[in-house]
């Protein structure tokens, strides 16, 4: 995607396949420079993080009284979702109601490591399941646009639909696998723009779309940051970020527990995002995902560089595999693989080819930076 002389981190494995990526004389990348200057001074997992998160744990409980649930946590089946779920059930004593939108993508482990998490922990799920032809229309007209993030229609939905119901069933805390130690290198908005930014969204599906979205959840970003959380009074909760979490302890610990199986990778409890990672960036876009997850492993101490390095060097999936999944998203959105094909190699298109709300977007972004709350680059 871009011209300039290649060039690597020499910290951690972000390169220029980012072309807005940046690097200071030690050969270091402006997410280094993030991570060590705004990430890691503040973040304290393990005693400090739980000794400082546990007055809110407290006030959830008392808010919770009377109620089945004093808390919403949305699952996926992925390490993320699994293990916090997990630690607010085990470690925090909390009463969770576990909320899984069906985008239509769930792969049978990601299916079966819910249930034993369901199961292990005797929690409550509540499924909202997406009109499928709705769904395959949005994701047809992302494709057809050529922009880079055409996992952007079930990210909507599965943001959109947990916050939608939050709202809707008064609750007050939702809990996030989010955390920085698997995701403390947020890529750029070059390879991952706004998922909710609905100005966006509804210009690729009118130039692009065929039906209505009549019952497709969403929920604008501005929306989410203005009218949930100063009105009707959201909070959201990354509570991975006040523990210890380490990848290879989390899953050791879900498998001894819950016979909970691990991913290859990170999000390939979703079939689509299996395919959009480890093929449609890679052959189309030229970027690899693989990069900020391996990285955010190298600053945060779980894998050597070295160790990152030898891993992306080689494909998550093999050339056989990649042209199966290759043909069944073909066949599921409704195109021959010719057709397919063809949009693979059509004229790439950025966000900003289209209507957005970035402007707004980035400057309540950037104010959230300089407040503390917001740690993400914005570029």
């Known amino acids: 995607m871009s011209k300039r002389s290649y060039q690597i981190c020499s910290n951690c494995i972000m390169d220029t396949s980012d072309s807005t990526i940046t690097f200071d004389e030690r050969g270091w990348c402006d997410f280094c420079r993030n991570f060590h200057q705004n990430i890691k ?26 109620r089945d649930h004093d808390c ?5 089946g992925g390490l993320d979702s699994s293990y916090v779920t997990y630690v607010a059930k085990e470690k925090f004593g909390l009463r969770p109601l576990l909320f899984h939108c069906d985008a239509g993508w769930n792969s049978d482990l990601g299916v079966s490591n819910i249930q034993k998490i369901i199961e292990g922990l005797n929690l409550d799920l509540v499924t909202e399941v997406v009109n499928w032809e709705e769904m395959k229309d949005l994701q047809r007209a992302f494709f057809k646009s050529q922009v880079p993030f055409v996992d952007t229609p079930q990210d909507l939905a599965l943001f959109s639909a947990i916050y939608n119901f939050a709202a809707k069933n008064d609750f007050k ?62 909070r959201v909760i990354k509570l991975l970020d006040s523990v210890p979490y380490i990848k290879q302890d989390a899953i050791r610990e879900l498998q001894e527990r819950f016979g909970w199986q691990p991913y290859p990778q990170k999000h390939y409890e979703s079939r689509f995002t299996r395919f959009f990672e480890s093929f449609w ?13 391996l990285s955010s492993e190298v600053l945060t101490g779980q894998l050597t ?33 010719e057709e397919f094909e063809a949009i693979l190699k059509g004229p790439n298109k950025r966000y900003s080819d289209y209507k957005n709300n970035y402007f707004l977007i980035t400057l309540g972004a950037r104010l959230s930076n300089l407040l503390g709350i917001e740690n993400r680059i914005f570029r």
């Open 281 to 293: 960036t890679v052959k189309k876009f030229g970027y690899d995902k693989r990069r900020a997850y």
């Open 41 to 66: 001074p503040n973040w304290h997992p393990g005693e400090q993080g739980i000794r400082e998160i546990m007055p809110l744990i407290e006030k959830i409980k008392r808010d919770g009284r009377g």
């Open 305 to 337: 560089r070295e160790q990152a390095l030898e891993r992306i060097s080689r494909p998550e999936l093999d050339e056989q595999t990649m042209a199966q999944e290759f043909e069944y998203v073909a066949t599921k959105l409704g195109w021959t693989v």
């Open 173 to 234: 805390y939702v809990i996030t696998g989010g955390n920085n130690s698997t995701e403390c290198v947020r890529e750029s908005l070059e390879w991952t723009y706004f998922s909710t930014d609905m100005r966006h969204v509804r210009d690729i599906h009118r130039r692009f779309g065929t039906r209505p979205l009549k019952t497709f959840p969403t929920c604008d970003i501005l929306k989410y940051k203005t009218y949930y959380r100063w009105i009707k009074g959201i």
């Open 72 to 76: 919403l946590i949305g699952i996926s």
